[in-house]
């Protein structure tokens, strides 16, 4: 075999179509055997025009390149370009998807234009088909969300008790995207007594069976407070509750009585963070933990504290979402909660502000 002889069969033989085109009308010189493949066999392709040729092409703009290469001398590229072949010579498209490139050539004398092109016809499909899977899933985990937040939100209360010596506010973040809601709750109860009962809890998890969890276990502790019980007779029936409740282990809770007319705030916390206490002047401190483990943990159980608190001061309560990050320290949390509640301007309306800005100095996430 000859060495021209053997670049005739390796330029044959290439994976990649090439066609060799000569003069302003882009005469066909020389093709390769990929080139049938991608416009069918039996096609005339040598010696005719790009027109003639291949010309099923004729208004997807291909003669448009071929055009600025042979004016210009500059090459072009595209990538993953849709074409429309008639590879059976019976009029019905073939899509397929091309990757290719034009160079200005010389051949006999004459300028031209070298072309050359690769299916990636089956990558561009299966990367679309991923595509829309991912979609289908994004879509579906969206919706799945969505009734999940939806359930949250109809078990939470849609408004808190206007008491002529309590103000109250509260602010409810979902989870972002890394998770589902489903946990935390809140709720306040105006006793018969003139005090108030407000309550924070997390059920361990997320989704419906963390919702409906949460759901029950704020409905009984609800229904206890009504019937008149005491905030140790309230923890300890929640306790037996819960422990007769599957998927209710380790779920916290914080309770606090407010009795505004005496000064006087008493509170438990079943493995749940403190609340937090601010002043006007900007102090800020959390309360002792009185002692106490998770509901339907064999711990002990659980402690009632009193302190007393003057009419201008701020009781927050919160889960741990709001102090828990995975980049942080686990210490660093209620120090930095603590220095961010302290700047709260607490003039107007206190409890919103201090909501407000404990959020937006938590990373509001």
């Given at each position: 075999m000859t060495d021209s002889e053997l670049i005739l069969q390796a330029f044959d033989e290439l994976a990649g179509a090439v066609a060799v085109f000569s003069g302003p009308e882009h005469l066909v010189?020389?093709?390769?055997?990929?080139?049938?493949?991608?416009?069918?066999?039996?096609?005339?392709?040598?010696?005719?025009?790009?027109?003639?040729?291949?010309?099923?092409?004729?208004?997807?703009r291909i003669a448009d390149l071929l055009d600025q290469v042979y004016a210009t001398g500059q090459p072009v590229e595209q990538q993953e370009r849709r074409m429309l072949f008639d590879r059976r010579g019976t009029g019905t498209l073939d899509e397929v998807f091309l990757s290719f490139s034009m160079h200005p050539t010389t051949v006999d004398g004459e300028r031209g234009v070298i072309a050359h092109a690769v299916d990636v016809t089956d990558i561009v499909l299966a990367r679309r088909a991923a595509e829309a899977a991912a979609d289908r899933s994004a879509a579906q985990y969206r919706s799945a969300r969505e009734v999940v937040w939806a359930l949250q939100r109809?078990?939470?209360?849609?408004?808190?008790?206007l008491l002529p010596q309590v103000r109250m506010a509260a602010h409810y973040l979902v989870a972002g995207d890394e998770n589902a809601a489903g946990g935390d709750w809140f709720d306040a109860v105006a006793l018969d007594d003139g005090r108030v009962a407000v309550m924070v809890g997390d059920v361990v998890g997320h989704g419906p069976g963390a919702a409906g969890l949460m759901g029950q276990l704020r409905a009984v502790m609800t229904q206890l407070l009504l019937d008149g019980w005491g905030i140790a007779e309230v923890v300890a029936r929640l306790d037996r509750f819960?422990?007769?409740?599957?998927?209710?282990?380790?779920?916290?809770?914080?309770l606090a009585m407010v009795d505004a007319a005496g000064g006087r705030l008493e509170y438990a916390c079943c493995g749940h963070p403190p609340p937090l206490v601010v002043s006007p002047a900007g102090q800020a401190r959390f309360l002792a933990l009185p002692g106490g483990g998770p509901l339907a943990v064999a711990t002990g159980e659980a402690r009632v504290a009193t302190v007393d608190l003057s009419a201008d001061q701020v009781v927050l309560l919160y889960t741990d979402g709001l102090i828990e990050r995975k980049h942080r320290p686990p210490r660093e949390g209620p120090e930095m909660l603590r220095r961010v509640a302290g700047t709260a301007d607490?003039?107007?309306?206190?409890?919103?502000?201090l909501c407000e800005t404990v959020l937006e100095g938590m990373g509001g996430s």
């Open positions: 010189r020389a093709v390769n055997r990929a080139v049938f493949r991608l416009t069918g066999p039996g096609r005339g392709l040598v010696g005719q025009t790009f027109a003639v040729a291949f010309h099923e092409l004729g208004d997807q109809s078990m939470l209360p849609r408004r808190l008790p819960a422990a007769r409740l599957p998927g209710a282990e380790g779920s916290t809770v914080c607490l003039d107007g309306d206190p409890v919103d502000r």
